[in-house]
């Protein structure tokens, strides 16, 4: 099945319970199925991916949230870019998110591995 593999990332708000994050600023999913691997960055795996990854590779996930506008700018870049970076503006996923309070990895497969060596909030 599409988009059947992944992860979830949120900064929202509140915790939220088994359906979501509580109004989420940013929602990211990763999504692995046989022949791609994207970045959508929507409540939606409906949408327009914003960028894409390979098997076994690390990734820069640049987020810029816009608090007056309530939109996100989205830049990913990966070892096998050569140099190159995939960037787009979406909006808040919850227009009615004021903070960002929790920063959430959910939702992973069997098959997806994360990590991440920084995080930097300003």
Known sequence: ??????????????LGND?????PAVFVNFVRD??????????????RPVGSWHDGEWLTLRLVLDWERKVVTVSVAGEMQDGG?????????????????FLMLYNQTGDFEASWTDILML
Do not use: N
């Open 1 to 14: 099945r599409p988009h059947r593999a992944g992860a979830v990332l949120a900064l929202a708000e509140g």
């Open 85 to 101: 970076q995939e960037e787009a503006e979406v909006p808040f996923a919850d227009a009615g998110c004021q903070a960002v309070k």
């Open 34 to 47: 046989r022949t791609c691997r994207d970045i959508i960055a929507a409540k939606s795996s409906s949408k």
């Open 19 to 23: 359906k979501g994050p509580e109004r």
